[in-house]
Structure formats: structure tokens, C-alpha cells
């Protein structure tokens, strides 16, 4: 059976997914192993996190506005002579972060992958087998998020120039419109990275977990599946939203009735992945058998594995 005659459907891993859970988190219930494979997890979901918030800057008052980023030139010029060194410390600082967290997240995958699969909780074995499979997705999510910083930067700078260009010349209307237009290609090319992201993370990995091959080989094969399904792939991406507006609400519901109890556990790391790890095990298996409809080449549960 080839991919592209495959029964595909969204809802039907659903139920298999939830059997996981019970099978591996509740049959029979075992704390030790709720924190072995809630440390597997912890390192996969390592440096995700969310946030944001604000308002667009106001245009009312434009000589305030304007008196104040001369004011911010002017203080900038005055002590170049420490903002400088600070300003290379701290982006030499959230470099050597995230090339770490990328570099154990990358090892998380591939472990919390392998007790999910497998139903075991285990970190040495994982963690040494699948090293180089490892290094192989952590140098491409390096090169995929350096494209990603230098291809969304451009826009970005764009967006700042039009909007002091706004604040000097008082909100001219191509201003507006050129600000409206950087802003829809942020949000597009965005949503390309955060589907290869996406993609990468729900699918390549395991095909690399199967083959035990590199990263670009794996998403190679995964090309030729997505080529030939991509309004199943768009169909996967949308009930993805659902599902994380569906367990959003559910953790969300719980918060309001703990009186906000489980939200201050929820913020200890690792601590509130333990707490939640139900759904983040359901959210590995719906994905892994979603991927098996493809075929049984594509079963990551096999006993063979």
C-alpha cells in the first residue's frame, strides 16, 4: 500500500492514542516511571514556552515621540563605550542558551520518543543510542534557525525604518500600508518555519527513529509522502489546533478549579511536565499513528523496534 492509497483520517489515531496513555502512564500507575519519562519530556519540550502581549505604539503625539528616540540617540552615542560590550556579552549569552537547549531538546526528542514507542522508561539507553541521530537534528534546527533569524530580520528592520519613518514624517499613508504588508510576510514566512518546525518534530523524527538515518535524509522521505497528501498534511495541521485548544481549555479548567494551585505547580520545571505528562504522551502517539496510516513502514510501535 502506497502512501497516497492509504485510508488517512485525522480522528481515527485519537483512540489508539488515548489506550497509549492508559498503557504506559496507568496500567499499572507508577510514580518512578512518571518521572523517568517526565524527564524524557521535559528535555523534548526543553526552551518552548509562550508569551506576548502589548500595544502598537501611538502616533498622536509625534514630537514627543520624536523628542524621545532623539533622546535614545543621543544617550546611545553618549555611552557607546560600555553599551557596546554588554550588547556583544548578551547576545554571545542567548547564542550559547540556545545552542544548548537546542542541543538537549534534540537528545529529549529522541528519548521521550523512544518510551512512548517502546513503553519504557528509560534515559541512558536512549540517550547514547540515539546520539548521532541526535547531533544530526540538532545541526539542522541550528542552520533552519539561523535562515529563519536572517530571513525574518529583514522584515523586521524594515517594519522599525517605516515605523521612525512614520514618527518624523507624521503617519503617511504608504507608511501605514508598507508597515500592513512587512507585517503579513512576517506572519507568512513565520508559518513556514513553524510548519518545518512542526513537521520536523512530528514526523521526521520518527522516520529517522525507523531508518536510523540523518536528518535531511529522513526529511526527504517525508517529502514524498507530504507531496503526494498535502491537503491531509493541511487537514493534520488544523485538528492540531483543536486538539491544543482542546487541551488548553481542559488545563486551563483545571487551573480555575484548584483556585490556581496547579498553575503555580505547573510553572516548577520538570515538576509541570510530570503534572501534564498524559498530554503530552497523548500528543506523541496521536502523531505516531497518524504517521502509521501511511503504511507499515511507518509504525514506530512495531515489536521489531
Known sequence: MTPLEAKVSVIDPISPAIERVKTILFRPFDLGKWFVIGFC??????????GGGGGGPNFQHNGEARQAIEQARHFIIENLFW?????????????????????????????????????????????????????SLFGFRVVLG?????????????AIGLIVLMVH???????????VMVILVIFTLSLVFF?????????VVPI?????????????EFLTILSANKGRFALYILFQIVIALCTSTIVFAAMCLTCCCLACILAIPYIGTVVLLPLLVFGRAYSLYYLRQFGPQFDVFSPEI
Open 208 to 220: 529517522m527513529f525507523l531508518r536510523r538515518e540523518r536528518c535531511v535524509a529522513a526529511w526527504r
Open 41 to 50: 519530556a521535559w528535555l523534548a519540550y526543553l526552551g518552548r514556552g509562550g
Open 83 to 135: 553599551i557596546v560590550p554588554v550588547a556583544i556579552f548578551v547576545v554571545a549569552l542567548i547564542i550559547v542558551l540556545w545552542l544548548v537547549i537546542a542541543w538537549l531538546s534534540s537528545r529529549g526528542r529522541f528519548m521521550f520518543l523512544h518510551c512512548v514507542a517502546n513503553n519504557k522508561a528509560e534515559v541512558t539507553i536512549p540517550w547514547t543510542k540515539f546520539r548521532q541521530h541526535a547531533n
Open 169 to 179: 514624517r507624521g503617519g503617511p499613508l504608504m507608511s501605514i500600508i508598507g508597515i
Open 195 to 203: 510548519l518545518i518546525q512542526k513537521f520536523t518534530t512530528d514526523f
Open 146 to 158: 539561523l535562515i529563519g533569524f536572517g530571513v525574518v530580520a529583514l522584515p523586521i528592520v524594515a
